[in-house]
Every structure is written in structure tokens, then in C-alpha cells.
């Protein structure tokens, strides 16, 4: 079991919690997390890029001259492929650009990603965190206290003043427990987690590990 210190709001330790190994002490395998980010990146694209083909674009219904007799080459309608102003050919079009990834490969790569965190002493485990409203100084004087750039705040449940007071400061972002992702634990430089919401994670990630 790790032992990871506990920490105020104002970055004075008052004690310490046991992690489970069996969540942030997996042995982190680089491919599988590359896996994991390229699909939920896949995922967030549109995909709405189309093009015009020779059945959507429109004109060129009329043949421009008759086939012979003219000295130019055949020609069947003005908007064809060749010609300016005419469809494309084998153009982009929607589509969905996700694939799937099971659910247990997921949530292997998530244990992964928090084992890495704590690996690098990248984990800072807070007792509670809270604004009395929402201003951005009172985040702001959070992170400064904790010397923190570029970190991703987990909370054990929606808290609206914090997450509107951190929503202006650069490199940081503030998320519940249940939307914890791979890509946006290795984007950040720390992860900074409510013990509530580590706590929770523990639990679904570890399938009851105390």
C-alpha cells in the first residue's frame, strides 16, 4: 500500500491516506496508454468534412456541345470532375472517425495513468477544497500555494463556485471523479485530487479495494 500525504487547502499536511496497488501502483505499459488517448482523441472529431460530388453539385445538367462534328473532345456535362467548377473525386466525406476500446483495456489504462502520477510524485492528495465564491483570486491564490501550472483538480462531486472561479486560470482544469479520462491525467503536470474523490476512484477502479 502507498502512503501518500494529506494536504489543506493552504498546504499544510495533516496526516496521510493508504492507496490501493492495486490502482496506483499498476505497472504503466506506454503502448496501451497511447491506445487509449488516440481513441478518445478519434472520438472527439467531427468528422463533418464533405465534398461535392458529380451528384450533388449543381449545373451541368444540359451537354455543353453535341458529341461530334465540334474538333473538341466529348464532353457530357459542365460540372464533370475535369472541368472547373466540378464535383471532386473520391473527396472527403462524414464519418466517424472513433473505434472501440474495452472497457477493461480503459479502465487498466486509467489505473496506469494515476500510477504514473503517483510514480512522479506528480499526486497531491488534498483533504477539501473550496471558495466562498466565485472569484478567480481564491483559485488562483489555491494553485499558487501549491505551485501548480498545469494541473487537473478532481472533486468528489460538482462544486460551481470552485469550478467557475478555476475556469480563467491558463493550464487548469477542474473535473468530478466520474469523468476522470487518460488523456487529460497525462496532459496535465500535476493531478490534484479531494481524498473524497480518490477515495471514489479507488473504489470503482479497484472493484471494492479498501
Known sequence: MANVKVYD???????????????????????LLHLVVRAQLAAKRAGTHSVKTRST???GGKKPWRQKGTGRARAGSTRSPIWRGGAIVHGPQPRDYGFKVNRKVRLLALRMALSAKLGDDSLV???????PEVKTKHMAKVTSDFGL???????PASDN???????NLPGIKVVREDMLNVY???????????????LKVQERLGHGVR
Open 9 to 31: 487547502q493552504g498546504r499544510q499536511e495533516i496526516g496521510d491516506v493508504e492507496l490501493a496497488p492495486e490502482v496506483f501502483e499498476v505497472e504503466v505499459q506506454p503502448e
Open 57 to 59: 453539385v449543381s449545373g
Open 125 to 131: 492528495l488534498v483533504d477539501a477544497l473550496s471558495v
Open 149 to 155: 501550472k498545469k494541473a487537473l483538480i478532481v472533486l
Open 161 to 167: 463556485n470552485l469550478e467557475l472561479s478555476a475556469r
Open 184 to 198: 487529460d491525467v497525462l496532459r496535465h503536470d500535476h493531478l490534484v485530487m479531494v481524498k473524497d474523490a480518490a
